[in-house]
């Protein structure tokens, strides 16, 4: 089986993924440090060279031979943890070639989002000490437009699997439960 994790920033996909692959026994990619690693270049870089800052469907088309690449060369037992922007066109169009593709939208409130959120520079280095309650308001208000925004385009999504404030662990546990219950 080959799943495909989406979800807006901090919702959990790549730790929730990597985990849900160690449990199954299945190789794990990150998409985003398969960019980073395959292009030999920030994504930030990337986004700048592509003029994604004007339109990210630049950036997309730019790197989505990646997904490409990774779904062809692993025809199963596969987690990838993709950006928030994982089912739209660009990459849609790769992902409807391999129809056995398990698409999962992962979704939770954006309290718990919050909680998660962590931030990097332009050369993927954690960045500490950025939240506070006084710019809490700013960034729930930010979570939830990137919820409603994304909402569209998880709908393409086979499965969708709310978190509901799990824990990683928990979260991959109860998602491998809900896996095996849909494709039995």
Known sequence: MR???VGVSCIGKSTIGKLLAEIMDYKFFDFDFEVEERMNE???SIKKRTLAFINEKGY???VKHILDDILTKNE?????AMPPSGLYQSYSAIINKHSDVLTIALKDKAENIFE???F???ESKPLYNVLNERNKPLYLREIKKDIQYFSRTYRKAKMHFNL???TANEAAHALLKAIK???D
């Open 116 to 118: 998660r959120l962590t």
């Open 42 to 44: 920030h994504i930030s």
């Open 76 to 80: 199963d037992n596969i987690v990838i």
């Open 3 to 5: 799943i495909l994790l």
């Open 164 to 166: 509901d404030g799990m």
């Open 60 to 62: 997309r088309d730019e």
């Open 120 to 122: 990097y520079d332009d």
């Open 181 to 183: 219950q849909t494709v």
